[in-house]
């Protein structure tokens, strides 16, 4: 059972345009969402992070956006840098719980073109 | 201030044997947690251990098994290695009450 899903193991953008990557959440107990990004042969990097109070939080290039009735969030880069090319997971945390963990989508690999 | 540490990055062993694999967190840092990473599956939660405890554990076989020292420094032991066990190794520590995990490069092991 995915709990966390990113449909789109894909995306490919122009530079300077914008790159949405989208995740979606089946758990209604998550309340707090994150962003990685990660090379090849490197750990993930932790980008942006926000929490259920809030439906938009934004750090830069990077806006989060969330929506909790629809159970979904997207990532917006704008603009976009060929160094933003990478793999973006998606993950969830229930932080009123005793779980501890981050669950994690399978991660869209953005490409961005010069 | 230094980051996750891991080690070894890379491991050849072969099937039927053991491994140990080593994370430093941040300083200051207690939770330590593991995740697998594989092609298919993403990043699977393996356990997660704060002042030498383990609060949480993933759905994964008792092969797979973890501990913390008093120094929040954590190993995972892998027993009687098969060859679905090939996958990267990722540890991540964080700070207590925060959400926000940081992760180490990562142990790339490769089970024959």
């Known amino acids: 059972d995915q709990q966390v899903k990113q449909n789109s193991p894909s995306l490919s953008v122009q530079e300077g345009r914008i790159s949405i990557l989208n995740c979606d959440y089946t758990n209604s107990m998550f309340d707090y969402f994150l962003w990685y990004k990660k090379y090849p042969a490197e750990g993930p990097t932790f980008l942006i992070s926000?929490?259920?109070?809030?439906d938009k939080y934004e750090d830069g290039r990077f806006t989060v956006f969330l929506n909790k009735s629809a159970k979904h969030l997207s990532l917006h880069i704008v603009p976009s840098q060929p160094g933003d090319s990478a793999v973006y997971f998606c993950a969830a945390a229930n932080s009123g719980g005793s779980n501890y963990k981050l669950t994690f989508g399978k991660g869209t690999l953005l490409t961005v073109n010069p | 201030k230094a980051g996750v540490t891991q080690t070894p990055r890379y491991l050849i062993k072969t099937r039927g044997q053991q491994v140990t694999l080593s994370c430093s967190p941040i300083?200051?840092?207690?939770?330590v947690s593991w995740y697998q990473q594989t092609p298919g599956q993403g990043l699977q939660f393996l356990f997660e251990y704060f002042s030498e405890t383990q609060r949480n554990k993933g759905n994964f076989p008792g092969r797979f098994s973890g501990r913390q020292f008093s120094n929040s420094r954590s190993e995972m032991n892998v027993s009687t290695l098969e060859l679905g066990d090939s996958a990267l190794y990722l540890c991540?520590?964080?700070?207590?009450?925060?959400?926000?995990?940081?992760f180490g490069a990562g142990t790339r092991l490769s089970v024959l």
């Open positions: 926000i929490s259920s109070i809030k």
């Open positions: 300083s200051g840092h207690r939770s």
């Open positions: 991540a520590s964080s700070r207590q009450g925060s959400n926000i995990q940081y």
